[in-house]
Nanobody, 124 residues
Framework: QVQLVESGGGSAQAGGSLSLSCAASGYIVSANWMGWFRQAPGKEREAVAVIGYGSNTIYTDPVKGRFTISLDNAKNTVYLQMNSLKPEDTAMYFC??????????????????WGQGTQVTVSS
């Protein structure tokens, strides 16, 4: 049984930083693609960043240059370091695992496993 548990959300001022963690069990984080998605109130869940097979990283334009996705194989954990935060980064952040064959990295429907989410709130 695959479980993804996010932690590290919270509140920050604009320009500040937060770090999110996603601890996986029943799944090896470097075996396939892992991703971070976010969902703001009234909006659809959108991709933020993904990491494939432990090293291939892709970022969406809104977070490029500010966020960094990484993983620790020993801890079987994926991280999202968020710097230079903006109020528009406010959302529930979700960890996702296992990009299904033929799927696309930015499509939430193509990831099989999800965490419960962690809230990030950025004030101006």
């Amino acid at each position: 049984q695959v479980q993804l548990v996010e932690s590290g959300g919270g509140s920050a001022q604009a320009g500040g930083s937060l770090s999110l963690s996603c601890a996986a069990s029943g799944y090896i984080v470097s075996a396939n693609w892992m991703g971070w998605f976010r969902q703001a109130p009234g909006k659809e869940r959108e991709a933020v960043a993904v990491i494939g097979y432990g090293s291939n990283t892709i970022y969406t334009d809104p977070v490029k240059g500010r966020f960094t996705i990484s993983l620790d194989n020993a801890k079987n954990t994926v991280y999202l370091q968020m710097n230079s935060l903006k109020p528009e980064d406010t959302a529930m952040y979700f960890c996702a695992a296992y990009l299904q064959y033929g799927g696309t990295w930015y499509n939430r429907n193509d990831f099989r496993y999800w965490g419960q989410g962690t809230q990030v709130t950025v004030s101006s």
